[in-house]
């Protein structure tokens, strides 16, 4: 039976591999991949990682001579893994392209709805008996303009929740889909006719600080942020000092830029030696989840059930359908190789 080590093992994911898989020796980790303990995957054929774990050309050396073939993501993004070290090691990368876009889409939404309406505050208030309205103020989303970067599965289907709620749907993406029940539009007007934006685009070399100091400048005054897509994309410290100089009237963010440094599963005695992220939590109008827009019941079997088929496809020898390889990533970064 062919050996695999899961990094970064959370319950929940443990309780799905475990309930599905019958065909692999699964030795579950909970450290999250990085080349200081790739080597507890010694003597496995494949490793299983996820979106955080640091999977530079330290760590695709040592998988590989530790006998590792084939690096499974059980997640969709793969800005975290150096595709070049992986090609020159022979290691092959399987992900698993959509597991479900409706999960992130909503969780988009929750977000969204949450910072406008106030859930938040009046969560807190209404527990210490305090009924007051005051500061709690949203306004309707109909009639208001979306702006949507990136069109794909999540993008898509976000979308057609903000038409349900009767929002004008602005959107933006180099490649963007034919017959569109909504506008398409350059950045900059996206930044100016926006009354909140969300973002639903990969991480790329291009895409880094997408949302800078200059982007915030060119949007509405009291615009929102969504960001369930990657924290590279926005330039933290900016949108602190646009939170501040009210540009920005609040965001809701599922990720963040230096998230992989956190220690999310138990943060009780964690002093964050991060600065901007300590200011960035402290701001009413900031919303931040821990990276857990996927966190559905039927994200996690699609996850255990694609992930698992991957690697049964790969020692089957059969073609893999959900490979990336250096070159998708170098031209065609949105598009699976087969
Ligand atoms: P997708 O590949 O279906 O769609 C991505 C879209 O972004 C494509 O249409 C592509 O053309 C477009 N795009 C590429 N570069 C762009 C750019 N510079 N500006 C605007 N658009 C650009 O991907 P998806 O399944 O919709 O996922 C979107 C992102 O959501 C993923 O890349 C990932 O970072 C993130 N994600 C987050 C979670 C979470 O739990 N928070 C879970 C899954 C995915």
């Not at 059980?74 to 022979?90: D, P, S, T, V």
């Not at 006719?193 to 880094?208: K, V, W």
């Not at 830029?257 to 109008?285: M, Q």
Request: hydrophobic share 40%; with cysteine; proline share 3%.
């Amino acid at each position: 039976m062919k050996k695999v080590a899961f990094f970064d093992t959370k319950q929940y994911d443990r309780e799905w591999f475990d309930r599905l898989d019958k065909s692999f020796e699964i030795k579950y980790f909970e450290e999250k991949l990085n080349p200081e303990n790739a080597d507890l995957a010694a003597g496995c054929d494949a490793a299983i990682a996820f979106v955080n774990d640091t999977i530079n050309s330290k760590t695709i050396k040592i998988l590989a001579e530790n006998g590792v073939e084939i690096l499974a993501m059980r997640c969709a993004g793969y800005n975290n893994i150096n595709f070049k070290a992986a090609h020159e090691n022979n290691l092959k990368v399987v992900r698993v392209p959509v597991y479900s876009p409706y999960a992130v889409a909503e969780h988009t939404m929750a977000l969204f709805l949450t910072l406008n309406r106030k859930i938040h505050k009046a969560y807190s208030r209404t527990r210490d008996f305090n009924f007051s309205l005051s500061g709690l103020t949203g306004f309707d989303l109909h009639g208001k303009t979306i702006g949507v970067i990136g069109t794909g599965k999540i993008g898509q289907i976000f979308i057609k929740i903000c038409q349900g709620f009767g929002m004008r749907v602005i959107a933006y993406d180099p490649y963007p889909i034919e017959n569109p029940s909504f506008e398409y539009a350059e950045l900059d007007t996206l930044y100016r006719e926006s009354d909140a934006i969300s973002l639903h685009c990969p991480l790329t070399e291009e895409n880094h600080h997408l949302l800078s100091k200059e982007a915030f400048e060119k949007m509405r005054n009291g615009v929102y942020i969504i960001n369930t897509s990657r924290g590279g994309l926005i330039d933290s410290e900016a949108l602190l000092e646009a939170l501040k100089s009210r540009k920005v009237a609040g965001a809701g963010l599922d990720v963040y830029e230096e998230e992989a440094a956190l220690f999310f599963e138990d943060c009780s005695d964690t002093i964050v030696d991060d600065d901007v992220l300590a200011r960035l939590v402290s701001l009413p109008n900031v919303i931040l989840t821990s990276h857990q827009a996927f966190l559905t019941e039927e994200a996690l079997k699609n996850i255990a059930e694609v992930t698992i088929g991957n690697l049964e496809d790969y020692f089957a020898g059969k073609p893999l359908k959900n490979e990336v390889c250096y070159s998708c990533t170098n031209g065609c970064a949105t598009t699976d190789c087969n």
